[in-house]
T-cell receptor, first 114, second 117 residues
């Protein structure tokens, strides 16, 4: 089945220690998104890629970076995680058809910062 | 700016009872609206979406939603709740974001549905 895969499902890191979260897709979608979802809150868009074009949301902290080496893979790098970065990180993909295109979500990576 | 408001952070229903989850939207242009479901420790799964083709939208697992422009609402319903419906439900509206051909989902705060046996 075509799908969005996130690894690892759970990630524990230490305060200030860089961490990388991974997302891959078999849907061959042009657009890939990263959302942050804190406990009992709605998902919030951090950034997205349209093919190789990177688009950062205005209020995404500089601490968060992303890489998309090819169509299938996208990475979220947190350079110096703080306690406030503990959250579920959701990767999503969509075709580039506009407003009505469905976003397909992966299962998420839950990040714990000690 | 487009936004959605979900009324009620928690809703409890008895098994077999009607499920009604409320969502109101604010949009300066015709909105495209979505309902997603999230089970514990999982990602979001699309239930249904409104794309202006029909005001009554049928989704998966017996859910449906009706778009009412006069009330700026897109409430989610299911005639008979099942234990497996217990989850968190998010209403969302799509809006353009930077970058041609891509858009973002702006989510409501979510409604946690509990089903009582």
């Amino acid at each position: 089945d075509a799908m969005v895969i996130q690894n690892p499902r759970y990630q524990v890191t230490q305060f200030g220690k860089p961490v990388t979260l991974s997302c891959s897709q078999t849907l061959n979608h042009n657009v890939m998104y990263w959302y942050q979802q804190k406990s009992s809150q709605a998902p919030k868009l951090l950034f997205h890629y349209y093919d190789k074009d990177f688009n950062n949301e205005a209020d995404t902290p500089d601490n968060f970076q992303s890489r998309r080496p090819n169509t299938s893979f996208c990475f979220l790098d947190i350079r110096s995680p703080g306690l406030g970065d503990a959250a579920m990180y959701l990767c999503a993909t969509s075709r580039a058809g506009g407003y009505i295109e469905t976003q397909y979500f992966g299962p998420g990576t839950r990040l714990l910062v000690l | 700016a487009q936004s959605v408001t979900q009324l009620g952070s928690h809703v409890s229903v008895s098994e077999g009872a009607l499920v009604l989850l409320r969502c109101n939207y604010s949009s300066s242009v015709p909105p495209y609206l979505f309902w997603y479901v999230q089970y514990p420790n999982q990602g979001l799964q699309l239930l249904l979406k409104y794309t202006s083709a029909a005001t009554l939208v049928k989704g998966i697992n017996g859910f449906e939603a009706e778009f009412k422009k006069s009330e700026t609402s897109f409430h989610l319903t299911k005639p008979s709740a099942h234990m497996s419906d217990a989850a968190e439900y998010f209403c969302a509206v799509s809006a353009p974001c930077s970058g041609a051909g891509s858009y973002q989902l702006t989510f409501g705060k979510g409604t946690k549905l509990s089903v009582i046996p």
